[in-house]
């Protein structure tokens, strides 16, 4: 059982479509991240909110835009992918602290995304 | 910027036998955390084991345990007794915080380890 869930389990989609991935956290963290994991590349961060607040964008392209409402809910969402963006899709959380203290992050299963 | 390389894409062991899994990273920074994390194929990314950069003893976690070596820059993780559920992809990460206070992990390429009955 994983305190992090992440829906669909798998999508496929058209590069004209629109679609959302969702996150929820239920371990009372303060901080999600959405990583992208392609084959035979390590894991690439895309965004992270801490407090809702977006601390981090790593140069991901426009066509991915995150939204987190609430510390508990991350979505992702998804408008004229490119085949390229095919890929798994993490969401994880973790409990930020401050100071110079880092506590491990926990992820969900992610999404299977295939671009047609 | 970090880096964390792991070289070895495939390994195999047999059950009940040791195996060490490779880690090596770039930093310039003196305070960071390492990590290990399993990956099965039901895709969940799980913490194995993690150590901070300024504690010289290795952590351990029942079977797991590591070798830092922090002048080395290296961060190898040894699986003992080797389980059949063992088997999965270790990524070797590198931790440290934003600005704005989160963390920011790196990872490696991942090693796709084998248990053999």
């Known amino acids: 059982e994983t305190g992090v869930t992440q829906t669909p389990r798998h999508l496929v989609m058209g590069m004209t479509n629109k679609k959302s991935l969702k996150c929820e956290q239920h371990?009372?963290?303060?901080?999600m991240y959405w990583y992208k994991q392609s084959a035979k590349k390590p894991l690439e961060l895309m965004f992270v909110y801490n407090f809702k607040e977006q601390t981090e964008n790593n140069s991901v392209p426009s066509r991915f835009s995150p939204e987190c409402p609430n510390s508990s809910h991350l979505f992702l969402h998804l408008h004229t992918l490119q085949p390229e963006d095919s890929a798994l899709y993490l969401c994880a959380s973790s409990q930020e602290e401050g100071g110079s203290s880092i506590q491990p992050q926990h992820f969900g299963d992610g999404t299977r995304l295939s671009i047609l | 910027a970090q880096t964390v390389t792991q070289s070895q894409p495939e390994m195999s062991v047999q059950e009940a036998e040791t195996v060490t899994l490779s880690c090596t990273y770039d930093t310039s920074e003196s305070d960071y955390y390492l990590f290990w994390y399993k990956q099965p194929p039901s895709r969940q990314m799980i913490l194995v084991i993690r150590q901070e950069a300024y504690k010289q003893q290795n952590a351990t976690e029942n079977r797991f345990s590591v070798n830092f070596q922090k002048a080395a820059k290296s961060f190898s993780l040894k699986i003992s007794d080797s389980q059949l559920g063992d088997a999965a992809m270790y990524f070797c990460a590198y931790s440290t915080l934003l600005q704005g206070g989160s963390e920011k992990l790196v990872f490696g390429k991942g090693t796709k380890l084998t248990v053999n009955p």
């Open positions: 371990l009372g963290h303060n901080a």
